[in-house]
């Protein structure tokens, strides 16, 4: 079984809201990412987790929080977000961190609007 | 950076066709990914490329890397509505200042096909 799944499909929140997006696989993968994708554009990295801490943050900012409870699980928190942010959400894991070769299995994504 | 340039950016076939999409990279592939979307949808793997000169299939999709011209083509035979989708190919980039490499994709094929 290849299936990473993410809820919410879809998500809208305000400006001042707080929110998560959660994502889960149960392949026993050590990796887990975190990418945004803009209509038309190819998914861009934003978070790496490898063996459940924080390896690599592409300068994302603070207002996107990651979190990962366990080998499992990986959380994404979102607060005062801006308009600019509406995309789709895709989580991503692979079976280890950082090496070439290593193919990444990705979630159906969240699709979030920011009004 | 590596870059990813997929060629063409979108192309509309009649059922039954064949049809290849080239993706050539601006740097040594370590690993050459190939991935179908949906559009609003989460990535499908289709296929990993590692060695010059390999070459996969499934089903009608068959995919070739030239390590010596950096570059992988993904091949459909007899094409059908269900291929219709948007192709992207990714690889495998070094990260400044370390040894791990993350994964970046190139700009996508949008494919149609006409029944």
């Known amino acids: 079984d290849t299936e990473v799944t993410q809820t919410p499909k879809h998500l809208v929140m305000g400006m001042t809201n707080k929110k998560s997006l959660k994502c889960e696989q149960h392949?026993?993968?050590?990796?887990m990412y975190w990418y945004k994708q803009k209509a038309k554009k190819p998914p861009e990295l934003m978070f790496v987790y490898s063996y459940e801490k924080l390896s690599i943050n592409e300068s994302v900012p603070s207002r996107f929080s990651p979190e990962c409870p366990n080998s499992s699980l990986l959380n994404l928190h979102l607060h005062a977000l801006q308009p600019e942010d509406s995309a789709l959400y895709l989580c991503?894991?692979?079976?280890?961190?950082?090496?070439?070769?290593?193919?990444?299995?990705f979630g159906p994504g969240t699709r979030l609007t920011v009004t | 950076s590596q870059e990813l340039e997929q060629s063409p950016q979108s192309l509309i076939v009649q059922e039954g066709k064949n049809l290849t999409i080239n993706c050539t990279s601006s740097k040594t592939l370590y690993g050459l990914y190939w991935y179908k979307q949906k559009y609003g949808e989460g990535l499908i793997f289709l296929m990993m490329l590692q060695k010059g000169g390999e070459e996969k299939s499934h089903e009608k999709i068959t995919a070739k890397l030239d390590e010596k011209k950096q570059q992988s083509s993904l091949h459909i035979t007899a094409s059908q509505p269900s291929h219709a989708g948007i192709y992207l190919c990714?690889?495998?980039?070094?990260?400044?200042?370390?040894?791990?490499?993350?994964?970046?994709f190139g700009k996508g094929t949008l494919l149609t096909v006409n029944p």
């Open positions: 392949m026993g993968h050590r990796a």
């Open positions: 990714g690889a495998d980039t070094l990260r400044s200042g370390g040894s791990n490499y993350k994964l970046t």
């Open positions: 991503a894991s692979s079976q280890f961190p950082g090496l070439a070769g290593n193919e990444q299995y």
